[in-house]
T-cell receptor, first 114, second 115 residues
């Protein structure tokens, strides 16, 4: 299995809703990432998990809450989002260490906040 | 701080023509360099990567890239473009770290292919 699977593919939520994005990989990768991508822009790093521990938080607002329950799963919990948070949310994974080989990306969750 | 510049926002080529997408990077040490492709509404797919060794790197879908340290460049090339190559292309630079590899992406080049 060489894929990163993200669910749901599309999500529409109100500003008072709580929802979660899910990401799963079975490649044995020990680093997992959340990126946010606005239209016609490059991906921007949000969080990095290394060995199931949060290692990088790029000053993301607390309305985004990541969770890594085990080495294969990564969640992003959403609460009280704003319309400007509408974007494509990409999950990725990678091995760690020398020559790890770059990321494998999921196909993303298209989030619309209304 | 690491950074990537893709000077061409949009490029149009005819099907069957050759292609070169430019990428310049800024990094304090030996960089790890990547090219990714993204079709509309999709995730990013790794085309090729450079870590060390041979400066001409072969990737998937007939793409290649050449690392030139003296020019801080990592340009992507393809000898004959197919209509299915129309997409957004991102160059990225990163560092291998034990705590996770932060990739910095360029702003992307959108490729259109004329029939």
């Amino acid at each position: 299995d060489t894929e990163v699977t993200q669910t749901p593919k599309h999500l529409v939520m109100g500003m008072t809703n709580k929802k979660s994005l899910k990401c799963e990989q079975h490649m044995g990768h020990r680093a997992m990432y959340w990126y946010k991508q606005k239209a016609k822009k490059p991906p921007e790093l949000m969080f990095v998990y290394s060995y199931e521990k949060l290692s990088i938080n790029e000053s993301v607002p607390s309305r985004f809450s990541p969770e890594c329950p085990n080495s294969s799963l990564l969640n992003l919990h959403l609460h009280a989002l704003q319309p400007e948070d509408s974007a494509l949310y990409l999950c990725a994974s990678s091995r760690l260490g020398q020559g790890a080989g770059g990321y494998t990306f999921g196909s993303g969750t298209r989030l619309t906040v209304v | 701080a690491q950074s990537v510049t893709q000077p061409d926002i949009h490029i149009t080529v005819s099907e069957g023509a050759s292609l070169e997408l430019r990428c310049n990077y800024s990094y304090g040490a030996t960089p790890y360099l990547f090219w990714y492709v993204q079709s509309p509404g999709q995730g990013l797919q790794l085309l090729l990567k450079y870590f060390s060794g041979d400066t001409l790197v072969q990737g998937i879908k007939g793409f290649e890239a050449e690392f030139k340290r003296s020019q801080s460049s990592f340009n992507l090339r393809k000898p004959s473009v197919h209509w299915s190559d129309a997409a957004e292309y991102f160059c990225a630079v990163g560092a291998e770290k034990s705590s996770g590899d932060k990739l910095t992406f360029g702003t992307g080049t959108r490729l259109a292919v004329r029939p």
